[in-house]
Every structure is written in structure tokens, then in C-alpha cells.
């Protein structure tokens, strides 16, 4: 499919169904996800849409806010982050990495929560300054626009000095061969470095990240301790997962 085709099928698609999922449009144009992100983001720079993480939204849907964040999937994220909520504990020491999913879930944690919690995302950050018993400790470095998120060797520094009881870690995809990948080098650099910081690793995707795979590795799947999805733990599409010893969410 020549590109100009592909934009024409992206903005009838976006007329219709008034959203863009990244992934999905990938799997149905049978195109790799780097081919529609620069597709989006050219219509995006055009301005016929608006490119957010993870997809995109008609124009006139844009938020009047910058921290006012388009979240795809909504339900979806607020589904999983409530099964996270019963892995809280007050005074744990917790690492939150970015992305939507994990932004839906600092939203829904309780107000009088006691814990200390590092996060290198400025979304999760300025949402979570609201909670008076959370000791928080934003993580500083180059700022990375499209995902609001800090990288660079000030994070990986910063976390190899923090022992975090847990780490609640979104992916770009989870692969029972793969673990956890990611799209950017750097952000996968720095969720390693969550990873060596955390006593447990547990991981937050949406349904339709599962068995996907990115370029750059985070890690193995027998290193997580736990995956935390919107589908029912007995769904037949996490039977791989748990048999591979991973406890289900």
C-alpha cells in the first residue's frame, strides 16, 4: 500500500471510529508499528489529526490543557490499575514507570496511601504531588517530549541507588519468548535500571500489547514477578504466561 493510500485509509478510519489505536492499525494494514507512527506523525504535523501516545484523535478533540493527557482505552487502564491497587501496601518503597496505563493507576490510588514513590514520569509525578502521605521523589534528566518521561545517564544513576520494594512497569509489548520490549532505547536503558532497583517486578498491558514485540529489550519474562492485565487471568491468551510461572492479574 503506497503512503499516500495508507494516510486516506488512516483519516476515513479516524472519520469513522473518531480514534486511532497504533497497534491495531499496525496488525490490520499488516505494517510494522515504526511505519504507522511516522505515518500519524506526518498527518499529525499536517494537522488533519492529533498524535498521542499510543494513537491518535481527531483535531478537535485536543486537550485545552497540557497535563489534561488523552488516554486511549480508558476502561481498559482503569481496570488494570485497580487489580494493582491490591498489591499496595502502606511504607512500601515503590518505582512507577510512564506511559497511560500507570498514569490511570496513580490516579486511583487511595488518598490517605503512605508510601515513598520514585517515578521519572512528569504526568505521574504532578498527579501523584496531590497525595500529602506520598513521599515523592521525581527522578531528573533529559526530558523525552512525546512520552514525558526523563532518560539518560542522571536516571540510570539515580535509580542504581534506590531499593524499591516493587515496580509497577507499562510496556510497549510482552512476548512469552521476548519479556518485555520496548520501542526506544533509552527508555528500555532506564527500565532496566528499575528493574535492578526493584525486590519485584510487576507488569501493567492492555490486552492487545500481548504476544507483540518491540526492538529493544527490557527483560526476560522469568525475571517478572507479576503481569497485570484487562482480560480475566484464566483467558485463554495468558495460559502461556502462566505456564511459563508468572502469576497472573
Request: with cysteine; proline share 2%.
Amino acid at each position: 500500500m503506497l503512503k499516500s493510500e495508507r494516510h486516506n485509509y488512516i483519516m476515513d478510519k479516524m472519520l469513522k471510529e473518531h480514534k486511532i489505536n497504533t497497534i491495531e492499525l499496525a496488525k490490520e494494514l499488516k505494517l510494522s508499528e515504526d511505519t504507522v507512527r511516522r505515518d500519524l506523525n506526518e498527518l499529525n504535523d499536517k494537522g488533519l489529526l492529533m498524535k498521542v501516545y499510543g494513537g491518535a484523535f481527531p483535531v478537535k478533540d485536543r486537550p485545552v490543557d497540557i497535563f489534561d493527557i488523552v488516554i486511549l482505552d480508558e476502561d481498559k487502564k482503569k481496570e488494570i490499575g485497580r487489580k494493582a491497587l491490591s498489591l499496595l501496601k502502606d511504607g512500601q518503597v515503590i518505582i512507577i514507570s510512564g506511559g497511560t496505563t500507570n498514569l490511570v493507576f496513580s490516579k486511583l490510588i487511595p488518598s490517605d496511601f503512605k508510601a515513598t514513590i520514585y517515578t521519572y514520569s512528569l504526568p505521574i509525578a504532578m498527579q501523584l504531588s496531590q497525595h500529602s502521605n506520598v513521599e515523592l521523589i521525581f527522578i531528573g534528566g533529559k526530558l523525552q517530549k512525546n512520552a514525558m518521561v526523563t532518560i539518560g545517564l542522571d536516571v540510570v544513576q539515580a535509580l542504581s541507588k534506590i531499593k524499591a520494594d516493587i515496580c509497577f512497569m507499562g510496556a510497549s509489548s510482552i512476548n512469552v519468548n521476548l519479556g518485555l520490549t520496548e520501542m526506544g532505547y533509552e527508555v528500555s536503558i532506564a527500565k532496566k535500571a528499575m528493574l535492578q532497583a526493584s525486590d519485584k517486578l510487576v507488569s501493567m498491558v492492555t490486552s492487545e500489547k500481548l504476544n507483540t514485540k518491540m526492538p529493544y529489550g527490557v527483560c526476560e519474562l522469568k525475571q517478572l514477578h507479576t503481569i497485570i492485565t484487562d482480560l480475566n487471568p484464566n483467558n485463554a491468551l495468558l495460559e502461556e504466561y502462566v505456564k511459563a510461572g508468572v502469576y497472573v492479574l
